[in-house]
T-cell receptor
Framework: DSGVTQTPKHLITATGQRVTLRCSPR?????VYWYQQSLDQGLQFLIQYYNGEERAKGNILERFSAQQFPDLHSELNLSSLELGDSALYFC??????????????FGEGSRLTVL | KNQVEQSPQSLIILEGKNCTLQCNYTVSPFSNLRWYKQDTGRGPVSLTIMTFSENTKSNGRYTATLDADTKQSSLHITASQLSDSASYIC?????????????FGTGTQLKVEL
């Protein structure tokens, strides 16, 4: 158990809909990362937050947005969903913004299926 | 461009055999390199970290090497077990000058068979 909690574990929705994925980082971790992993693909970095502030942005679509709340949990919002958005979405946390050894602790992922 | 390339893309071996996975990177400035293991449908878990001054590090049956001059790392798995079947991902962290960013390889899919 990494200590990172993601909900929901599975989600099935239709094209055009909007969903919210939630992540609670490990206790004490200030940094939260979101990754997308499509079938048989590598992990694609979406966005990072550190202590409530956006820290780095990757290949995140304009239809996607995220935020980190004062209690450090984070939400990833996906809107106007398309079939190609079907993927595993992972949240990871780390103690620091980027320095140090920077080990990431990953949650178990949220599997999104868009029909 | 900062890149991390892994080979082979996939590998099938018999239980009990050894194997070596490769990671070549062009990331600069280099801070550290981690190997993660990702079981199917699960989140990746760190196996080992290599910093600039380290050549070899072991974690049980896993041994990682780093050649900072040639920018290559390898992960050697000894006496493979069925539970080693997973994707192994090489992740390189840039140094401060590179914003401490992470660059992920696409992984090597290992399958261990009886």
């Amino acid at each position: 158990d990494s200590g990172v909690t993601q909900t929901p574990k599975h989600l099935i929705t239709a094209t055009g809909q909007r969903v919210t994925l939630r992540c609670s980082p490990r206790s004490g971790d200030l940094s939260v990362y979101w990754y997308q992993q499509s079938l048989d693909q590598g992990l694609q970095f979406l966005i990072q937050y550190y202590n409530g502030e956006e820290r780095a942005k990757g290949n995140i679509l304009e239809r996607f947005s995220a935020q980190q709340f004062p209690d450090l949990h984070s939400e990833l919002n996906l809107s106007s969903l398309e079939l190609g958005d079907s993927a595993l979405y992972f949240c990871a946390s780390s103690r620091l913004a980027g320095g140090g050894t920077g080990e990431l602790f990953f949650g178990e992922g949220s599997r999104l299926t868009v029909l | 461009k900062n890149q991390v390339e892994q080979s082979p893309q996939s590998l099938i071996i018999l239980e009990g055999k050894n194997c070596t996975l490769q990671c070549n990177y062009t990331v600069s400035p280099f801070s550290n390199l981690r190997w993660y293991k990702q079981d199917t449908g699960r989140g990746p878990v760190s196996l080992t970290i290599m910093t600039f001054s380290e050549n070899t590090k072991s974690n049980g049956r896993y041994t990682a090497t780093l050649d900072a001059d040639t920018k290559q790392s390898s992960l050697h798995i000894t006496a493979s077990q069925l539970s080693d079947s997973a994707s192994y991902i090489c992740v390189v962290r840039l140094g401060v000058g590179g914003g401490n960013k992470l660059t992920f390889g696409t992984g090597t899919q290992l399958k261990v068979e009886l």
